[in-house]
């Protein structure tokens, strides 16, 4: 039943043993070199999606296409038109200037470096805290789960904005209440404009929820006790099961958690702009104001940059897992 | 599920892994212990990040001159403010409910083809348009239908009172993530809708019609609503999008509290700004209460 839920790839890979049966339940007196459409088929894929639809389903074809092209437009518009926006420019027909002006724009590379930095940051300290969390919580006791649960949705309950007017009020009682003691440093720290390990913390828990679930769904797909027993009975420590036992199981997981953390940090405003920090979205914002080609421009590449990293992780996730399912299953 | 943990209890108890020989409750304690430790470095984190700036937003948010009282959360249900959190709920439910049924319309039309091309397509795009909110989402509408965007010059959109630094623009924008969203949330959930369903349904005589409104619908109905609420809480607490848009020309809850707390108002409304940030505090919470239970449910059917 778990094998069954893990994923839809994991789904697809199961689901071809219980075909035959549907397919003789649909069609069932006609041979097979005698059907009318399903025959010439090889693909067994193909003949699946047609048993999958059995109501005749010619408006459903006409209203799909409508949707599809609805979306299309509605999606793709916006990027194209930023693309003319930032490439047409009236005065001086098509040219490359807004995107070479970018990196010798003042603050470019400090904000994105920022950025960056904020990023590996948050995507070592959120995976360090919820593995061992997400393993023992599959592991071992009934009390955990329920409790971690709850503390992985709690940060969903407080939308950013909220969020950051408590942490500006924190940060205010260092200078306040604690300007003679040790913790004072601590407060200073902590702010840096260098490397403000605050955001790091803020983003830290803002990610909390995304990771450990993706982290939970992975480890759902594995039998995780089966492996650390396994692990531990050929003289593995804890640590060392973990490690190369586990933790190989859950590479696209990993991904996954990594992933939607490297988005939320790049792209995230909120916090950093209130609290008076400045990565990249908050210079973005700035630079608007004198040159919105320009920012449109960073905009764009940002979203592309994205993609093609997202891309390159689910292709290099998506094949390993594959094969290690095509492994198991059979 | 039930099943499963049941089962999972049971191996447990009795695992000779776990206490070599010993009796099984001195195993299961050891690790229980074991577990809290490898679990507290995240209840660490997030006291420190979370909770204590909770703690702080509720004690602000109480605190009228020196000592405990209503005040702030009083006047943040008054006069702006209260035209704010109005507007803030009104984009969202609005949006959410667009969201939903356009999320719905087009997973339902990619999950149902026949190209296996298609679908990985939309969901990965999905996947990236999901997240791409904030201030790249806000320039690339601004370039689109903004004051000199690239659609609204070319056809002379400014003439017929198109602005997208209103309401309907918000909105328009806030689609962008909201239907991404919405697909991947619901795309497992047709996935799930079973063809023997079907099969047995129209075996039994049933039609189309009659299938959706007895099998489909109520189905999906929890992972629709969950969907819902989830969508009105994206668009309830989305923020970078509105401020690098609109500035401050929609009466938004975030952009109030965001102005409140830079002292754009007036100095000394830091308690206001906490207060209402409790109020949205509130409304999120009545959003995850109704949504954790529906997807719960929902993965009761389809899982």
Not at chain 1, 42 to 68: D, E, M
Not at chain 1, 316 to 321: C, D, F, N, T, V
Not at chain 2, 88 to 117: W, Y
Not at chain 2, 163 to 191: C, I, Q
Request: charged letters at 10%; aromatic letters at 8%; one cysteine or more.
């Amino acid at each position: 039943m778990a094998r069954l839920n893990s994923s839809s790839r994991a789904r697809f890979a199961s689901g071809a043993p219980q075909r035959p049966p549907t397919v003789d339940r649909t069609r069932p007196l006609v041979p097979r070199g005698l059907r009318p459409r399903g025959g010439s088929r090889k693909s067994t894929a193909a003949s699946l999606s047609a048993a999958a639809r059995p109501f005749g389903s010619l408006a459903g074809g006409y209203g799909r296409i409508a949707v599809l092209l609805v979306a299309g437009v509605y999606f793709l518009v916006p990027l194209l038109a930023s693309a003319v926006f930032t490439l047409d420019i009236p005065g001086q027909g098509l040219t490359l200037s807004s995107y070479t002006r970018i990196f010798a724009a003042p603050g470019f590379t400090a904000s994105l470096l920022l950025s960056l930095a904020l990023a590996a940051a948050t995507v070592a300290l959120v995976l360090l805290i919820s593995i061992p969390a997400a393993v023992a919580a599959r592991l071992a006791v009934p009390g955990l789960r329920p409790v971690l649960e709850v503390v992985c949705t709690l940060p969903l309950v407080v939308p950013p904005v909220a969020l950051t007017a408590g942490l500006g009020t924190v940060l205010r009682w260092g200078p306040e209440k604690l300007s003679t003691t040790p913790l004072y440093q601590t407060f200073v720290a902590v702010q840096n404009p260098d490397f403000p390990f605050v955001l790091v913390l803020a983003y830290a828990v803002m990610a909390l929820p995304f990771v450990y679930r993706a982290l939970d769904a992975g480890l759902r797909a594995v039998d995780v006790r089966t492996l650390v027993e396994a692990a531990r009975d050929c003289g593995a420590s804890w640590p060392r099961a973990l490690v190369s036992a586990v933790l190989p199981n859950l590479r696209g997981a990993l991904l996954n958690a990594s992933f939607l953390t490297l988005a939320l940090v790049l792209g995230e405003f909120t916090v950093a702009s209130l609290l008076g920090f400045q990565p990249f979205a908050v210079w973005i914002v700035q630079a608007s104001g004198s040159d919105a080609r320009l920012s449109v421009a960073v905009s764009l590449l940002s979203l592309l940059l994205t993609w093609v990293l997202l891309l390159a992780l689910t292709t290099l996730g998506g094949r390993r897992s594959r094969s290690f399912e095509g492994k198991t299953s059979r | 599920m039930t099943l499963l943990s049941s089962r999972a209890r049971a191996t447990a108890g009795t695992a000779p892994a776990a206490g070599a020989g010993g009796s099984p409750k001195p195993g299961r304690g050891r690790r229980r212990s074991w577990a809290w430790t490898a679990a507290a470095p995240l209840f660490l984190v997030v006291g420190l990040a979370f909770g204590l700036p909770a703690l702080a937003m509720a004690d602000g948010a109480f605190t009228v001159g020196d000592t405990y009282g209503l005040g702030n959360v009083t006047r943040s249900v008054e006069g702006a403010y209260r035209t704010a959190l109005l507007g803030s709920v009104e984009l969202s439910a609005l949006t959410a409910a667009a969201g939903t049924l356009f999320g719905l319309l087009l997973a339902q039309a990619v999950v149902t083809s026949r190209s296996r091309a298609l679908r990985e397509a939309v969901l990965t795009a999905s996947g990236v348009l999901a997240n791409f909110g904030g201030v790249p989402l806000a320039f690339a509408f601004v370039a689109t239908l903004g004051n000199a965007g690239v659609l609204t010059t070319r056809l002379g959109l400014d003439a017929h009172g198109w602005s997208l630094y209103g309401f309907w623009g918000l909105a328009l924008t806030y689609l962008y993530f909201l239907v991404p969203l919405m697909v991947l949330t619901v795309a497992p959930a047709l996935d799930g809708l079973r063809v023997q369903w079907r099969e047995a349904a129209r075996d039994c005589g049933a039609s189309t019609w009659q299938y959706w409104r007895h099998i489909g619908v109520p189905v999906l109905l929890p992972t629709l609503l969950g969907g819902f609420v989830l969508l009105f809480g994206s668009a309830f607490a989305a923020y970078a999008t509105a401020a690098a848009m609109v500035g401050s020309s929609v009466p938004l809850v975030t952009l109030q509290i965001a102005d409140a707390l830079s002292g754009n108002v007036l100095v000394g409304q830091e308690n206001v700004a906490l207060a209402l940030s409790l109020d949205m505090v509130v409304v999120a919470a009545l959003v995850m209460a109704v949504h954790l239970p529906l997807q719960r449910r929902s993965t009761r059917w389809l899982a």
